[in-house]
């Protein structure tokens, strides 16, 4: 197990390396520097360019922001002088991780017992309002249904604030919930086609021929034995989640990591673009790795096929 | 058991069958696809799904050749009209907003309607939702094609060969996948400037993973099969084994899968338009409608509202079409 988590470990950082690499040469290449003020005076432009080390050779500037990144040091912004990147980055990290770790508390809590309820009420009318829901939640783009949820409930009901992030717990409902449909409806499908195999096989059998109530069946023995393959679409779910992030916090206009990056990605703030790229493949790697860990220690057939490998 | 005492031996007799018609078989034998096709015409969900999607289809290319009004003629007298559908006074389709005709009030000529309304350019909104979605199918098309070539293909060419190679092209797949794709695609719209083609290369550098994956995974069980070998035995070459033996049996994979991957096409190009850096102005697209409706929801909802309809009835139609194929295809996930 330690040499399975070992290996993987190596390979985030190797992911990483070669994304900070990509990302860095990519942005290379753009045209123009962030400098085209065609009034700056040619020693201006130097002192600017010296400021920011973009005089050095191409390999120097490469060495330099891969010795940053690694002490967590992203440059400068273009867009707000004088901030440091890793500053914009961790002052606006609080809302987004907020947001998503609600997001995908409710939408899992609600996917397995959407899930649970229609394979026990399988073929039922219930089953049918689950499953309704679940393609809903697949197919309306969380920005289409974040946009109609601030129309309708905030601004024609009064029920939520509109926007901004000021009114603490209240301000997150909205944004919370548009994100969490994805989640949901995912887990809500998963957790249907998990549970209805599991109702159908022996154990369950043996379980109601010595006498448990329907309810004893689904508590002691379905409901757990469905929810171990739940686990491994977590990690899908949250690469969900930082993209609808991005699209939910510019529509409520929370400062969170994801407005930073599309506001980022207008102005062509390329400091900041690059550390919250990095930003979120560290975060989405991490996840990844400590789900399929923890997958090994809830399901020991996964680890021994890890480590046969 | 009282009774059948009474009845004699002699009572029954031998039926006369022909042999021939012992060995008719009533029903007709149905290949796997014609299988997959009558369980799929069984499920309502996915036929209204098809017949919708090829209503959609056609309204789009249609678009091509005529609509209402013309999508990008900007008219600034006609600017935030309300739907009018004609002299029909049906409310939210008259054409009036909070009770006063706009359409009067901005004295446009008898005989002049627009359908959905008009933005704030005064272009007309149906014209814009219809060529809008032909852009959106377009990339989904793009996407299948990508899809069917480079996703087919890679997983085919890694899971047939194995070993390093097998190793090095995974190890690539790896890295593409563990950033998050819609990163992906923002950083080469940085690079290229925003427009059809770099949303077309951001797709074709990212849609395919996931086709590639599964159809390693197949391959893989199926490059060990007798069918293999006995091809492999008579001297094909690898590439005759593909395109003969292993693709007619991944075909239902690659079907599904493709379903799957144009509804995540739409929302994309919808995504990327709407944060900004997708199709520039002033072509319409469903991303770009959406991203002008929410700056007037406030005041004119149905800039928002109706070009929301149109992309979640395209991706919920794909998306049951899917469901239905996958479940017509693949018996054993259906339950």
């Known amino acids: 197990m330690i040499k399975y988590i070992l290996r993987r470990v190596g390979f985030l950082i190797l992911t990483l390396f070669l994304v900070a690499s990509i990302t860095f040469f990519l942005m290379k290449l753009l045209p123009g520097t962030p400098f085209n003020n065609p009034k700056l005076p040619a020693d201006q432009l130097a002192q600017l360019k010296a400021q920011y080390g973009l005089d050095k050779p191409v390999w120097q500037q490469y060495l330099n922001y891969l010795w940053g990144a690694v002490h967590g040091d992203f440059g400068t912004s273009y867009q707000f002088t004088g901030q440091k990147v890793s500053y914009l980055i961790s002052s606006r990290l609080g809302p987004s991780l907020q947001l998503g770790a609600q997001a995908m508390v409710v939408g899992t809590l609600l996917g397995i017992l959407l899930g649970a309820l229609a394979a026990i009420r399988k073929n039922t009318w219930v089953d049918a309002v689950a499953t309704i829901f679940a393609i809903l939640g697949r197919s309306i783009p969380n920005f289409v249904f974040a946009a109609l949820l601030q129309y309708f409930v905030a601004f024609k009901w009064g029920v939520l604030p509109v926007a901004l992030w000021e009114d603490g717990f209240s301000s997150s409902v909205l944004p919370t919930i548009a994100l969490a449909m994805a989640p949901l409806a995912n887990t809500a499908r998963f957790m249907r086609t998990e549970m209805v195999d599991v109702l159908s096989s022996d154990y369950i059998e043996l379980a109601r021929s010595k006498g448990d109530s329907q309810w004893q069946v689904v508590a002691r023995h379905a409901l757990r034995n469905s929810m171990i393959p739940v686990v491994t679409i977590i990690g899908p779910m949250a690469v969900d989640l930082m993209i609808g992030s991005m699209v939910v916090e510019n529509i409520f206009a929370i400062p969170g990591i994801g407005e930073q990056f599309v506001k980022s990605i207008t102005t062509n703030d390329y400091p900041v673009i690059m550390g919250l790229t990095i930003m979120y493949c560290f975060m989405l790697t991490v996840v990844i790795l400590i789900v399929d860990i923890l997958y090994g220690f809830i399901d020991p057939r996964i680890r021994l096929s890890g480590e046969a490998n | ?335």
């Open chain 2, 1 to 335: 058991m009282a009774a059948s005492k009474h009845i004699a031996p002699d009572a029954f007799k031998l039926a006369h069958v022909a042999a021939t018609e012992k060995e008719y078989i009533a029903a007709p034998a149905l290949t796997f696809s014609q299988d997959a096709m009558r369980r799929l015409k069984q499920n309502k969900a996915a036929v209204i799904s098809f017949w919708l999607l090829v209503i959609i289809f056609a309204a789009a290319l249609l678009s091509l050749v005529i609509t209402p009004h013309d999508p990008n003629a900007q008219n600034l007298n006609y600017t935030y009209l309300p739907p009018k559908w004609g002299d029909l006074n049906i409310p939210f389709f008259n054409g009036h907003e909070n009770g006063i005709d706009m359409y009067a009030r901005n004295q446009v000529p008898k005989g002049t309607y627009f359908l959905l309304g008009t933005d704030y350019l005064g272009r007309d909104l149906l014209s814009r939702i219809l060529v809008g979605t032909r852009i959106s199918l377009f990339i989904a098309v793009i996407a299948t094609l990508f899809d069917l070539v480079v996703g087919v293909g890679y997983g085919i060419i890694s899971g047939w060969n194995g070993g390093w190679i097998d190793t090095l092209m995974q190890r690539v797949i790896e890295i593409i996948s563990s950033v998050p794709n819609l990163v992906v695609v923002i950083l080469m719209l940085l690079v290229f400037k925003p427009g059809l083609k770099s949303i077309i290369v951001a797709i074709a550098v990212t849609s395919w993973i996931t086709m590639a994956r599964l159809i390693r995974a197949q391959t893989l069980k199926l490059k060990d099969q007798e069918f293999v070998l006995a091809a492999k035995t008579l001297g094909e070459s690898s590439f005759q084994i593909a395109l003969k033996h292993l693709v007619p049996n991944l075909s239902s994979t690659i079907i599904i899968q493709t379903m799957f991957t144009i509804p995540t096409a739409i929302f994309f190009e919808a995504f990327l338009s709407y944060i900004g850096i997708g199709l520039p102005a002033p072509t319409a697209s469903l991303g770009t409608l959406l991203n002008d409706g929410q700056k007037a929801l406030q005041t004119q909802p149905y800039l928002l509202i109706y070009p929301a309809i149109v992309i979640v009835v395209l991706m919920l139609a794909f998306n049951l079409l899917a469901d239905g194929l996958r479940d017509a295809f693949d018996p054993r996930s259906a339950h």
